[in-house]
Each structure stands twice: as structure tokens, then as C-alpha cells.
């Protein structure tokens, strides 16, 4: 009897280890042949060039894209309040230590993890254990790091390309401009007629004001030893003492140019501007936008040399009038250019139009990413926090069976977040310092920088982050059930 | 803080006590015991016994649905099944099904009772001292009622080593600390589970002594589980347990 139910075991378990046998086979021969058919399609795919990738035209929703736009400000106003409170928390329980013995408990708890596995000699190995027991929070410190370099290439990208605006400003002062329409701004061709212009200067001579017109030019420069790079030619009428000053009699063979100090030509050299030769016949600083050198040239020259038209037949961008608009407008009537598209707008729209336009172009691309390294810093830190339970969930579960109450403990882990937030937005945001400078070095006229808003933005994801990675903690009990861990 | 005012005599019971294991498998049978304050319990019995679920349950440290019938007293207070009509104590807040609320349960636990369960559970990379003062830390009660820690590791041979990192301690040091740790808050109930399992035969008499002396200074009631023959000595009462029943009640031990 005994062997027979011996027999019929064995039996079974034959059997069972047949069946996983074969399964694994099965399994293991599908996983070949679907190895070898996934290789054949990429090199098929390769040899063939082609690129296809599943994209999806979407109806444009110009909420969503103010809604993202204004994250980086909403981070920022969330980490000046979310910093200060954070340290001044910190500093309050560390105070309080001195004469509270649970207040000490609390800070020291938060410091330091009860869970330790032995000595740690080498540095890699220190550095892997601070990392893990949160005592240098490295997926925080990423974030505000992210998030304060992306908050300045933000900045710079909606700031950046209106450098040489502020460059015409000082070189032609005046708050008012006739433009052709009022959308007008420097990615956008403006073309008012240079017979409309010049009525304009006249009219405005007769009030007293100084009207200037200029011209704007987008094209290629090339220097020697140096890649080509774009440029935006800014024309505006020199006196004769500059050193640009063009002759027309020297006709467009080497036309005399200021350039921006961030091209790194030297005075004297050659250079070629979308075909036309040209030299270098000085410097000057804060005219460079985004992949843009900035040049400043003699308006006749812009307008015969580089668009080509006849002296003094030409267009110009806008006129620039040191006067206010309602003066303007009186102007721009007594102009008589009845026919030709002009009107009156402040020099801030312009500069407004400008920032709206790029902030429109690039922004909501850096706002998406400022999101997702606080989303991403979120998860990692979510699953940091629950691995932290986890390896403390003996302590943990011990400290509760002897009453230390679950608000305690719950209290020591957002107290020690609080002390990673802090640390991670000090850190982070000094580390997007040079980060920033690097991603400056990737691209021509770039200037993207770590101000305030940088470091408060920076701070918002990281205290954000470090908020959210609470959210294990709200299930303490659930997660760490004392009756059953201790046993 | 909520305080309790009269100490009752009796300072853990359980009446008819039967818990079962999640999946339904009995591990306490029918169990009844009363520590009286003073008494110093020793349990003991083969692996598998129910010592432990049975000081667990006294610390109200098992889930509710296994408790299957009977009920636990700790100072007075029902932790399980019905309240008796005996009462020393002031009520403290009860949930609806009359037993003491989790938060006053813990209340009492942090303030009143000294945990051991099998093994140190310290903060590693704090030092000695700090773990020491812990349990001290988190108590309500006030500052000076508790027992001098230097005081305390002089008696358990770990002075040497207050300012080093828990940590690098051995396992028997470390069973030390935790005991420490224990009576430094000076709680009325120790509830021990096999604390010198780890102990050599010098540290483990050392220990038991220290214990004793202290429990009798400060008239401290404990329950121990231990294996330890040598723990005989410590005990005013010895209760012995198999298949989750009680095989003898406490028997008074021989001075």
C-alpha cells in the first residue's frame, strides 16, 4: 500500500517536471525565432533607410499650452514657499531638540536610517550606501538640478532672441514705432517702403522728433577657419565717423561691418555675409540672440547689398521715434502715406511680440521637460522611499509593536524629506550652474543662466518630488503590519 | 498626557484566550494567565508552542480576527474580547467594539512597557548611547523619571562602548543594547522574548542579574520567553506551554 502511494508521487512529479519541460521549449523556441525575425526587420528596415515613425496630427489647444507654460512660475512660487518653510522646520525641530526629547528623536531619526549593513571602506561603496540610505539624495538633487537648468534654458529661450532688440534700443533710443503691422517683430519681415520712412522722418522733424528708420537682415556668415553661421544683420543709418559708415561708391565688395564679440572674429578680417564680402571694422557686445550673430551694418548697405534694391528704393523693418504715440500717430497723418500698411505700436509690443513668439515656439518643449524631471524624480523617489521601507521593516514594525505610534514615525520620514528637499535644492541648484554652462558651449549665442527663478523652480521640483514620494507613507500600517513582521 | 492613575494589581491577563493563525490553524488553546505586579514570568516550552503569539497577544500585537475567543487585559485596559466589570483604572478611549483604542494602546505600550521581540532591532548607525535614550526619547514621560543610561550600562558591561556606532557591535552586545535600551525608560511591564539568545554564558549572567536587580530595585513585572536554563533563576514563576495550551500553571520558583 505504502509503495504504491510512494509510486503514484513520484509519479506525479515526473509528470509535473515533463510539463515544465516542455513549456519551457515551447517558450524558448518562440523567444528564438522571434529573436531572429526582430533582427532581420531592423537590418531590413536599415538597409532600406527609411524611418517610419506613428505620429499623429492633433488639433492645437492654446489652453494646454498656457497651462504648460505656466508651470516653471508655478514651480517657482511652490519652491519660495516650499524652501523657507522646509528649513525653517528643520530649524525649528533642531531647536526644539535641545530641551524636547522627542523633537530629538525626531532629528535624529530623520538623519539617519536605523538600517546599516556593517563597515564601509572604500569611497564607491560609501558613496552607493549615502546614496541609498537618502543621506546624500542623488534623485532630488537631479531634479532640482534638471529642473533649474531647463527653468534657465526657458528663460534664455524666451529672453534670448530679444538680446538684439535690447542692442537697437540703445543704439536708436525712442518708446514709439511706426511698423507695417502691429504684429510686427524680428523672426517677421516688415517692409515699409524707404519713400514711406522718409516722409515719416520728415513729418517727425517738423514735431521735433528724432525719427530713425532701420532695417533687419536674417542670413549666413562665413569667416575663415569657423562653420558658417546664421546671422541677423541690423541696419540702421551711421554717422560718418563710424567705422562702419558705408560709401556707395565702394560699391557692395567689401562693406564695413560691426560684429557681435560672441562670433569671435578679430577686427580686420574677412568675412562673407549671405554671398557679399565684408570686413570686420569693429566690436560689439549683446546683440547676439539664440544661433544668431549679431552684426550691425549701415542701412544703405542692408537695403542695396543684401536685399538687393535700389538706392534709396528700398524697404525698411520699422521706424523708431523717441516720442509717444499719440504724437506718433499725428506724425504717421501728417506723413500722408495713405495706401502703404503703417501703424503705431510702443517699442515694449515689439519686444512683447518677440518674447510671445518664441515663448509660443520653444517653451511649452521646456515646460514638458521641467514636468517630466519632477514626474520622473517623483516615481524614482517613490520607489526609493517604499525600497527604504522596505529595508527598515523589521525596525520599523519593531518601533510600532512598542508603541511608538505610526504619526511618529510617519512624522521622522517627512521630516527626513524635508532635510533631502533642502539638500537636494542647495545642491541641485549649484551643480545647473555649470550644467547650464555646458549646454551654453552646444550652441552659438546662447546664454542660458541660474538666477533666482532658476534655483526656485529647481527647488519646486525638488520639494515637490520629495512631497510626493510621501505618498507610500500614507499606508503605513497597511505596508508594515507589526504582527505580522515581528514574528 | 493621559496617565494611569492606580497601578491594578493584576498587570496582564488573559482569559480563555484562543488565537489562530490567518489561514484558521489554531496556535492558542483556551489560554489563562495573570501577572501580578512584582511577578518576573518565565515561559517556556518547545518551538512552536505559542510563547510567542501569547506575549504578543498580551501586548496587543496580534491581529484582532485571530484572537478567535477570550480576551487580554494590559493594565486594566481590554486589548481583546470583552471588558470585565472589574476596572482599577480610569477608562482610557475605546474603539466600538470596547477594546482600548490603537492610539492609547500605543500611549500605554511606549510609556508603560519595555518590548523585546527575539531580536535587537536598534538603530545602526547610531551610537550606543542614542539607542539607549530611544525608547526614553519617545516616551511622555517626563524628563529625570527615567533611569541614568550610563547607570544602566555599567550594569550590562557595554559602558566601554556608549560613543561607538551600533552597527559595528556584535550580535551579543547588541542584545545588550537593546535591553538597555529597554530599562532606561524604567517601564513597569518588560515583556521579553529569548533577549539573551545571543549571550555567551558570562554576558548571559551578567544580564540575567542586571535585569533581576533592576526589576527588583524598581519593582518591575516581567514575562521572559526564553531557552535558556540558566534564565531559571530569573524567574518568580515558571508557566510551561506545548500545542498552544498552558501545560502548567505558573509555578512559584524555589529562592
Not at chain 1, 525712442?174 to 524680428?186: N, Q, R
Amino acid at each position: 500500500m505504502e509503495k504504491q502511494a510512494v509510486a503514484e508521487s513520484s509519479a506525479a512529479h515526473a509528470a509535473v517536471h515533463r510539463h515544465e519541460r516542455r513549456v519551457g521549449t515551447y517558450v524558448g523556441a518562440a523567444m528564438l525565432t522571434a529573436g531572429l525575425a526582430s533582427g532581420a526587420a531592423i537590418a531590413a528596415l536599415e538597409m532600406s533607410d527609411s524611418n517610419h515613425a506613428v505620429t499623429q496630427e492633433v488639433p492645437y489647444v492654446p489652453e494646454a499650452q498656457h497651462a504648460v507654460n505656466s508651470i516653471d512660475g508655478g514651480l517657482a512660487d511652490f519652491g519660495a514657499i516650499a524652501f523657507p518653510l522646509a528649513l525653517t522646520t528643520i530649524g525649528a525641530v533642531k531647536v526644539t531638540a535641545r530641551f524636547n526629547s522627542k523633537a530629538k528623536w525626531l532629528d535624529q531619526s530623520s538623519s539617519k536610517e536605523p538600517h546599516a549593513d556593517g563597515s564601509n571602506k572604500g569611497l564607491g561603496r560609501r558613496a552607493l550606501q549615502a546614496t541609498l540610505t537618502s543621506r546624500l539624495p542623488a534623485v532630488p538633487i537631479a531634479a532640482a538640478m534638471f529642473g533649474a537648468m531647463t527653468a534657465g534654458i526657458a528663460t534664455e529661450v524666451a529672453e534670448g532672441p530679444s538680446r538684439p532688440i535690447y542692442a537697437l534700443d540703445q543704439a536708436i533710443p525712442g518708446k514709439t514705432m511706426i511698423v507695417p503691422y502691429a504684429d510686427l517683430m524680428p523672426m517677421a519681415q516688415g517692409s515699409l517702403p524707404s519713400e514711406a520712412s522718409n516722409k515719416i522722418v520728415k513729418a517727425a522733424a517738423a514735431h521735433n522728433v528724432t525719427a530713425r528708420p532701420f532695417d533687419l537682415n536674417l542670413g549666413v556668415m562665413k569667416a575663415d577657419g569657423k562653420e558658417p553661421a546664421t546671422d541677423l544683420v541690423l541696419g540702421m543709418d551711421l554717422p560718418k565717423t563710424s567705422p562702419a559708415h558705408w560709401n556707395p561708391e565702394s560699391d557692395c565688395r567689401t562693406i564695413p561691418v560691426i560684429i557681435d564679440a560672441a562670433a569671435h572674429v578679430k577686427t580686420g578680417s574677412q568675412i562673407e555675409l549671405s554671398g557679399f564680402s565684408a570686413v570686420v571694422a569693429g566690436q560689439t557686445e549683446n546683440t547676439s540672440a539664440i544661433n544668431r550673430v549679431g552684426i550691425i551694418m549701415d542701412r544703405p548697405a542692408v537695403q542695396h547689398c543684401l536685399d538687393r534694391q535700389e538706392l534709396g528704393k528700398g524697404t525698411d523693418h520699422a521706424v523708431i521715434l523717441d516720442t509717444d504715440p499719440a504724437t506718433a500717430h499725428t506724425i504717421l497723418q501728417e506723413a500722408h502715406v495713405a495706401g502703404t500698411p503703417a501703424e503705431v505700436i510702443s517699442k515694449q509690443q515689439y519686444i512683447d511680440n518677440s518674447k510671445e513668439f518664441w515663448v509660443k515656439n520653444v517653451k511649452p518643449i521646456t515646460s514638458v521637460l521641467e514636468l517630466i524631471a519632477g514626474g520622473v524624480a517623483v516615481v524614482a523617489l517613490v520607489g526609493s522611499i517604499t525600497a527604504r521601507m522596505e529595508r527598515n521593516r523589521r525596525e520599523l514594525a519593531s518601533r510600532m509593536a512598542r508603541g511608538f505610534g505610526v504619526n511618529l514615525l510617519r512624522s521622522a520620514e517627512v521630516l527626513r524629506t524635508a532635510k533631502e528637499g533642502v539638500m537636494a535644492s542647495a545642491l541641485g541648484g549649484a551643480a545647473a550652474i555649470p550644467a547650464t554652462m555646458l549646454v551654453n558651449a552646444t550652441e552659438m549665442g546662447f546664454r542660458a543662466g541660474v538666477g533666482v527663478h532658476e534655483l526656485l523652480v529647481g527647488a519646486g521640483v525638488a520639494m515637490a518630488s520629495v512631497i510626493g514620494s510621501l505618498l507610500p507613507l500614507s499606508k503605513l500600517r497597511k505596508r508594515i503590519d507589526p504582527t505580522r513582521v515581528t514574528r | 498626557m493621559k496617565r494611569i492613575e492606580q497601578t491594578p494589581t493584576v498587570i496582564a491577563e488573559a482569559r480563555n484566550l484562543s488565537v489562530s493563525t490567518p489561514d484558521g490553524e489554531p496556535i492558542l488553546r483556551n489560554v489563562s494567565i495573570s501577572v501580578k505586579r512584582g511577578d518576573r514570568l518565565l515561559v517556556v516550552g518547545p518551538s512552536g508552542a505559542g510563547k510567542t503569539t501569547l506575549l504578543n497577544a498580551l501586548i496587543g500585537n496580534v491581529q484582532p480576527e485571530q484572537v478567535t475567543s477570550g480576551s487580554v487585559e494590559l493594565f486594566g485596559q481590554p486589548l481583546y474580547g470583552p471588558p470585565t466589570p472589574r476596572r482599577h483604572l480610569r477608562m482610557l478611549s475605546r474603539t466600538p467594539d470596547g477594546v482600548l483604542s490603537a492610539k492609547d494602546r500605543d500611549r500605554m505600550l511606549r510609556n508603560h512597557v519595555g518590548i523585546y521581540l527575539q531580536r535587537p532591532d536598534l538603530n545602526d548607525s547610531w551610537t550606543v548611547h542614542q539607542n539607549l535614550e530611544e525608547a526614553a526619547q519617545v516616551s511622555d514621560r517626563r524628563f529625570g523619571e527615567g533611569l541614568d543610561a550610563l547607570e544602566v550600562a555599567r550594569r550590562l558591561g557595554i559602558d566601554h562602548i556608549l560613543e561607538h556606532e551600533t552597527g559595528q557591535k556584535s550580535g551579543g552586545q547588541k542584545q545588550r543594547i537593546a535591553l538597555g535600551a529597554l530599562l532606561v525608560p524604567k517601564p513597569e511591564l518588560l515583556v521579553l522574548d529569548e533577549p539573551t539568545s545571543a549571550l555567551s554564558e558570562s554576558d548571559r549572567h551578567q544580564a540575567l542579574g542586571a535585569l533581576v536587580d533592576v526589576c527588583d530595585t524598581y519593582g518591575m513585572t516581567a514575562i521572559m520567553i526564553s531557552h535558556d536554563d540558566e534564565a531559571n533563576g530569573f524567574a518568580t514563576h515558571t508557566l510551561t506551554m506545548r500545542n498552544g495550551m498552558v501545560l502548567e500553571s505558573p509555578q512559584t520558583q524555589a529562592s
